[in-house]
């Protein structure tokens, strides 16, 4: 068989990450997504394990891995706070995992029933940030996670655009505020309000640490002034302590440059 016989290539004009991956979908005639972004890596073993987890959990419609970072030469290991997973098993609370520490899974460590992101949308379109979020909460509120502690995908961060970290949205995205909203209004069990409260919590934080790096103090404290972000007290009051003496230097900085005595009047 001619590898144009299986691969095609798609073309449109740019419309952003969410709308190439649900062009993707639509016209993928499989029954399932395996997701692979910019030049992230699969291991030897993923595809075999992602689909000895699609035979042994046949009630989940996604499947997905552990994964580590690479930078340059560098590997990172991610903040995965899975407690006592140490096997194959179905995700039974992924917003308290992800709210701990990063997220369990990434956009190329994940394989999905077409069927399902079809059904509910697929990813966002026209969202500045957490697309994929929005898909992974919709997951875990209506469906099983099959899961795999083995790390075997590669997230590679040189690909990452770099645009995002100089313009970090200021504002809760949208894939938050949904969810929030839906605590608000009932729409969440119980059972796991407090850890999706505490994940949109994370969200906040994360925003604010990215604001405070770039110096967008004023955004970064109206973030972490909001009540959900108290329910992480060592993560905010991390942040506030970065924001509060971040803003010191800042003014110090500035009240040197203005006593500086210029050219023009010292001659």
């Not at 690479?70 to 590997?75: D, E, K, R, T, Y």
């Not at 502690?149 to 645009?163: F, K, Q, T």
């Not at 608000?184 to 790096?213: N, Q």
Request: charged share 25%; hydrophobic share 35%; aromatic share 6%.
């Amino acid at each position: 068989m001619k590898l144009g016989e299986k691969v095609h290539l798609l073309s449109q004009k740019n419309g952003g990450v969410s709308k190439a991956r649900n062009t993707g979908i639509a016209h993928a005639s499989g029954t399932h997504i395996a997701l692979m972004d910019a030049d992230d890596r699969w291991r030897p073993g993923y595809t075999a394990k992602i689909h000895q987890l699609y035979n042994n959990f046949p009630q989940a419609k996604a499947f997905a891995s552990a994964y580590v970072k690479l930078q340059g030469n560098s590997v990172i290991n991610p903040k995965i706070r899975l407690g006592n997973i140490k096997k194959d098993c179905i995700l039974s609370n992924y917003f308290a995992i992800a709210a701990k520490g990063d997220l369990p899974f990434m956009t190329s460590s994940i394989c999905i029933e077409k069927q399902f992101l079809m059904k509910t949308g697929g990813f966002p379109e026209g969202e500045p940030m957490g697309e994929d979020q929005d898909v992974w909460a919709r997951l875990s509120l209506t469906s099983k996670i099959a899961y795999s502690p083995e790390i075997l995908s590669c997230y590679v961060l040189d690909a990452e655009n770099r645009a995002c970290h100089h313009n970090t949205p200021k504002r809760e995205c949208p894939f938050s505020q949904r969810l929030n909203n839906a605590v608000i209004d009932g729409e969440i069990p119980s059972a796991l309000r407090a850890s999706v409260l505490k994940y949109t919590a994370t969200h906040l934080i994360h925003l604010a640490t990215a604001l405070i790096d770039n110096h967008e103090f004023e955004a970064a404290k109206k973030l972490l002034s909001d009540k959900r972000c108290r329910k992480l007290p060592i993560k905010r009051l991390k942040q506030q302590l970065r924001l509060h003496m971040k803003s010191l230097r800042q003014m110090y900085s500035r009240t040197l440059s203005s006593d500086k005595p210029s050219l023009e009047s010292s001659c």
